[in-house]
């Protein structure tokens, strides 16, 4: 996620209202939406005109429903007085988000977006995907609720469909809530199975915001100043800022340095995730895994896959980001993309170190609830009828020639990676030194949203674009925001 609770700082606002001043883009001259059905406050255009003027939203065949709600500020006031204080909205004035169809979100107002951020990496079907839904809303019909103290099929044929995506003997599921529950269980079957207490995790790398998940999380931004276990954050194998370049030798050795100096010898576990998400969608140098995978064994510990934004396919190459690296895990957890927006998340390890948790009683109230478990099970069907892996590796393709080419054009562009569509695109004032472009990247946000387009931040200093849209995200759609970027740009 890698949000910042302010995302103009000073110096950026005045920037962004000079700006405004000297190029100002009327927004009403924005395609409010490109439906073959004009709706009230939208104008029908197709036409692409790279950088010379604003790019217009490919067609859409569909019309939002007449709002008829509460409007943003009315919905902002009640958040400030209702909610806590922690949350944070993205853009000056934020948006009213009311209704959502596939790659597409709608606002107060009618106006249409281009969803490239897929509500945090989550939507993976797309939005109000039909399929998905018409599963939730039978199981809904029938029975919303009945834990694992009783018997259902819809938990069993879930976790049936899961286990056959995985490879070896991952073959036993546990349901769970979300990504932070997944992690946390994850690093509890690993203390029990290896009787070892000490973890290794990434820095830059994003685990959850629980009190325990907190401590695998290596972002200052996401850790509040409490205890956090026993956990050591080794080296980043960055391949655009590491030190040592995509070499993973160097980094592998920084973990063996670790075992060896900072712990008694023996750990628990070592979690990674392939792609970092909230970190700036960084790629682990190639190898990385193999050589750590075999360095934690060693030292008595098990090796967990974060699997809660990559997994699915989205990478294109590989149903699991874990394949990118030619490992297999002993635990992988996921979220996410798994529900397509409903709260599920799921761990699924081999028997022998499922077998840890009898010891106990080990209950999840909402783990595997029918209507979740109706709705992940289509997910699951979804992915494959459509066969979204391939179309995630053919846009993701195009999408990323695009970036770069931009980047031959735009200096501000430092580094464009990841895979299918899980990309980073990482702004710099200086390439060379690869000075953080803070400011800018919170001007060009600013202007996506004006155009059209709405896409995720992360990384420490909040200077990578986060590009991770639903699954069903076209070919006209990543030109759109090819032409969307390099316009926002070129008025930079």
């Known amino acids: 996620m890698g949000?910042?609770?302010?995302?103009?700082?000073?110096?950026?606002?005045?920037?962004?209202?000079?700006?405004?001043r000297s190029c100002k883009v009327e927004t009403s001259s924005f395609p409010r939406c490109c439906s073959t059905i004009a709706t009230p406050r939208e104008s029908d255009s197709s036409s692409s005109s790279g950088a010379a003027s604003p790019p217009h939203l490919p067609k859409f065949d569909y019309v939002p429903k007449p709002y008829g709600g509460p409007s943003g500020d009315e919905v902002l006031r009640k958040r400030k007085e209702f909610l806590g204080p922690s949350l944070f909205h993205y853009y000056q004035k934020p948006l009213n988000i009311v209704e959502g169809k596939m790659q597409y979100l709608f606002d107060e107002d009618g106006k249409r977006y281009l969803d490239a951020f897929a509500g945090i990496v989550t939507v993976s079907c797309g939005h109000c995907h039909p399929e998905v839904l018409d599963a939730i809303f039978e199981q809904s019909k029938l029975l919303q609720h009945a834990t694992t103290i009783y018997l259902h099929h819809a938990i069993a044929d879930f976790a049936e469909a899961l286990a056959s995506k995985m490879p070896r003997n991952l073959k036993v599921v546990y349901f769970v809530n979300s990504g932070s529950e997944a992690?946390?269980?994850?690093?509890?079957?690993?203390?029990?199975?290896?009787?070892?207490?000490?973890m290794i995790s990434l820095r830059n790398a994003y685990h959850g915001g629980s009190s325990s998940t907190i401590g695998l999380t290596a972002l200052n931004t996401w850790k509040y100043p409490i205890p956090q276990g026993e956990i050591h954050h080794v080296m980043n194998p960055d391949p655009y800022r590491g030190v040592f370049g995509s070499d993973a030798s160097g980094y592998a050795q920084d973990v063996q340095d670790h075992i060896d100096f900072g712990t008694s010898g023996k750990v628990a576990g070592f979690i990674a995730e392939t792609i970092q998400g909230v970190g700036g969608a960084v790629e682990l140098a190639p190898g990385y895994l193999k050589l750590v995978y075999d360095i934690v064994r060693k030292a008595g510990g098990v090796c967990i896959a974060d699997e809660v934004q990559t997994g699915f396919g989205r990478t294109g190459s590989h149903y699991w980001g874990f394949e990118t690296q030619g490992v297999i895990p002993d635990i992988v957890t996921m979220a996410k993309g798994i529900g397509n927006g409903l709260p599920l998340g799921a761990v699924v390890t081999t028997p022998e170190i499922a077998n840890v948790l009898a010891q106990k009683i080990?209950?999840?109230?909402?783990?595997?609830?029918?209507?979740?478990?109706?709705?992940g099970h289509a997910v699951l069907r979804v992915i494959d009828k459509e066969k979204r892996q391939a179309h995630c590796a053919d846009v993701g393709s195009h999408l990323t020639t695009r970036f770069r080419d931009l980047q031959q054009r735009h200096d501000i562009i430092g580094d464009v990676r990841g895979r299918g569509l899980m990309l980073g695109i990482e702004l710099v004032t200086d390439?060379?030194?690869?000075?953080?472009?803070?400011?800018?990247?919170?001007?060009?946000f600013e202007k996506l949203r004006e155009l059209?387009?709405?896409?995720?931040?992360?990384?420490?200093?909040?200077?990578?674009?986060?590009i991770k849209p639903p699954m069903c995200f076209t070919k006209d759609d990543a030109d759109f925001l090819g032409d969307a970027m390099d316009y926002a740009m070129t008025k930079l």
């Open 362 to 375: 080990q209950f999840n109230t909402f783990g595997g609830n029918p209507v979740c478990s109706a709705g």
């Open 452 to 466: 059209g387009v709405l896409v995720g931040k992360g990384g420490l200093n909040g200077n990578v674009f986060r």
């Open 3 to 20: 949000f910042h609770k302010r995302l103009l700082p000073d110096a950026a606002l005045q920037l962004s209202r000079h700006l405004q």
């Open 183 to 198: 992690n946390e269980l994850a690093m509890l079957m690993a203390r029990l199975y290896s009787g070892n207490l000490e």
């Open 431 to 444: 390439r060379v030194k690869k000075t953080p472009a803070k400011a800018e990247t919170a001007i060009l």
